[in-house]
């Protein structure tokens, strides 16, 4: 999901089903990420949604994912595994959203056929926070 963009408005938390959703314009790496594809993808088994210099009410702006990654509940000695912990969804420019979860459970997948890729991410370019230092 590395580079996948959205608009705000297309994140939604329902916390009656317990569900996370949104829909993006995803990057496909795998296919050498000259296309995008709209994905769906969701969490289920979400507790509570956090999110940090996330411009709440801004539904048209675009953000871009830049990981997802998992924090575990840290269980008590000698109780066993929790399977729970924290999704993080880091957005480029330091926002993130945050889903406590029963464990992981979420699923990806691709809703439209591929187009080409206007704006495609430069990776391996030189890193604008050492650049002429």
């Known amino acids: 999901l590395q580079d996948a963009v959205g608009k705000l408005k297309d994140f939604t938390w329902l916390p009656k089903k317990r569900r996370f959703a949104v829909v993006l314009n995803r990057l496909q790496w795998e296919d050498g990420g000259k296309t995008r594809v709209r994905a769906g993808l969701h969490f289920d088994g979400v507790l ?5 210099k996330v ?19 840290r269980s008590e000695e000698g109780v066993g595994e929790d399977p729970g912990g924290e999704i993080e ?14 464990c992981i459970d979420a699923e990806l997948a691709d809703l439209t056929g591929p ?14 926070n050492t650049e002429g230092r």
């Open 115 to 128: 187009w080409a890729a206007i704006g495609v991410p430069d990776h391996d370019g030189p890193d604008p």
């Open 89 to 102: 969804i880091v957005l480029a420019g330091g926002g993130t959203i945050r889903l406590a979860v029963e």
């Open 55 to 73: 411009k709440l009410g801004a539904d048209e702006a675009v953000v871009s994912l830049l990981a997802v990654t998992f924090k575990p509940n």
């Open 48 to 52: 509570k949604v956090q999110s940090s």
